[in-house]
C-alpha cells in the first residue's frame, strides 16, 4: 500500500497529473482500464468538481477507480462512503473550496497530501473488496 501511496503523490507533485488523476493512474491496475483513458476519463476533475466548488478531485479519481473495480453499484457506492467518510474524518472536509481554505484562509490540507488520503484510503477499501 505504500508504494501506491507514494506513486500517487509523485504523479501529482510532478505537474503532470490533476489531482483525480494522480489517483485514478496509479490503480489502474485494478480498472481493466489503461492509463491514458484513465487520464481522460478523470480530466475534467482537477481543481475539484465545478473547480473547486464541489468534490476534492483525489476522491473523484478514487470513486472511478472503485467503480471499475467493483463492476457493482452498491459495493461501490458503500466502498466510496467509506473513503470519503475516513477522509472528512482526517482533513476536516471533503470539497477542495474547503480543503484549500477559499474564503476561509485556512487550508485544511494541500493538493499532494490529499492525494496521498485518497491512496491511502482507496488501498484500504480494495483490500477489503478483495477479502
Known sequence: ??????????????GEYNCAQAVACTFSDVTGLDE???RAATNAFGT???TMEGTCGAL????????????????SRALIKEIMTNFRMRNGATVCRE?????????????EDCVADAAEFLAKALDKKEA
Request: glycine residues 12%; charged residues 35%; hydrophobic residues 40%.
Open 60 to 75: 473523484t479519481g478514487a470513486a472511478v477507480v472503485v467503480g471499475l473495480a467493483t463492476r457493482d453499484r452498491a459495493r
Open 48 to 50: 475539484g468538481m465545478a
Open 36 to 38: 491514458e483513458t484513465l
Open 1 to 14: 500500500m505504500e508504494n501506491k501511496i507514494e506513486e500517487a503523490r509523485a504523479r501529482k507533485r510532478s
Open 99 to 111: 480543503l484549500k481554505g477559499i474564503g476561509t484562509g485556512r487550508v485544511l490540507r494541500q493538493c
